[in-house]
């Protein structure tokens, strides 16, 4: 599967590298030079720096709202130079290109792949590859050839594991208490759990940082008074935690990685193993 027999074949870019440098565009500019025809969409540049786990929930988030055949490529690179590999992953709906460092961990368990190779065949490189620029040398011409229809199994070997994404889990503590963490914080200070609404029926408060937030959940940020805290049903299906027309993240202080004990009615039970 590629996108070549779309009239326009689609690759998205991810990476932590801003916009006031000149490294997305040049990504871009290879592309257009080896592939004319595709259409080059930015997801984000402004990942935070280093931040692979911010980068595979961006990916999963965005993946399935883009057409059958699309090259997802996400550089989001701390190993950039050593001995990391480059994964290409094809699924029965896109191909994703990533450093082998977790970043795909989270997109692959939910569209699992047919076939994952490590990217080793040169010839698909620019002619000189440099050692911390790889985002240029290797991912974007790389990208390109996938998306005018080169089969993955021409990149190199098969991998049997990819390197896991090393996160803690929400469990649950005891029974009507949920232990869930902070996974990302968006531009506007929404923080994102990573417990799924439709495993958390019933939310009599939660509590993050010592600020105990009252339930139930709510679907819109309007259903609480401007400034006020909530509990909101997100547009990923997470759980997060909000403040209608402010930031929950500047208001508690809160951090990704911080702990969010969710309790529930006494009534209701968790789906959270």
């Excluded at 090259?71 to 050593?82: I, N, T």
């Excluded at 002619?127 to 790389?142: K, L, N, Q, Y």
């Amino acid at each position: 599967m590629s996108g070549a027999g779309a009239t326009s074949p689609v690759i998205t870019l991810l990476t932590d590298f801003g916009t006031r440098d000149v490294y997305a565009g040049v990504m871009r500019g290879v592309i257009a030079n080896l592939a004319p025809r595709a259409r080059v969409i930015d997801l984000t540049h402004e990942v935070r720096p280093q931040a692979v786990a911010d980068a595979a929930f961006l990916l999963e988030a965005a993946a399935p709202y883009f057409p059958w055949g699309t090259v997802h490529v996400a550089v989001v690179d701390p190993g950039v130079g050593s001995e990391r590999r480059i994964l290409c992953a094809r699924t029965s709906r896109a191909t994703y290109l990533a450093p082998d460092n977790g970043l795909l961990s989270r997109v692959l368990e939910r569209d699992p792949p047919a076939r994952v190779v490590s990217v080793e065949n040169r010839v698909y490189f620019l002619p000189e590859v440099s050692h911390t620029f790889h985002g240029r040398d290797i991912f974007a011409p790389v990208a390109a050839h996938l998306a005018q229809g080169l089969d993955p199994c021409r990149l190199g070997p098969e991998v049997d594991a990819i390197v896991p994404l090393e996160l803690p889990r929400a469990r649950e503590r005891e029974p009507g208490v949920i232990e869930a963490h902070i996974i990302y914080a968006d531009r506007f200070g929404n923080l994102v759990s990573d417990v799924a609404v439709g495993d958390v029926p019933a939310i009599a408060e939660a509590e993050l940082g010592g600020v105990r937030i009252a339930g139930p959940l709510c679907k819109r940020y309007v259903d609480r008074d401007p400034g006020q805290l909530l509990l909101l049903e997100g547009s990923t299906g997470l759980l997060e935690v909000s403040v209608n027309q402010g930031s929950a993240q500047e208001a508690l202080g809160a951090a990704v990685g911080d702990e969010l004990i969710l309790r529930l009615h006494s009534t209701e039970r968790s789906e959270v193993s």
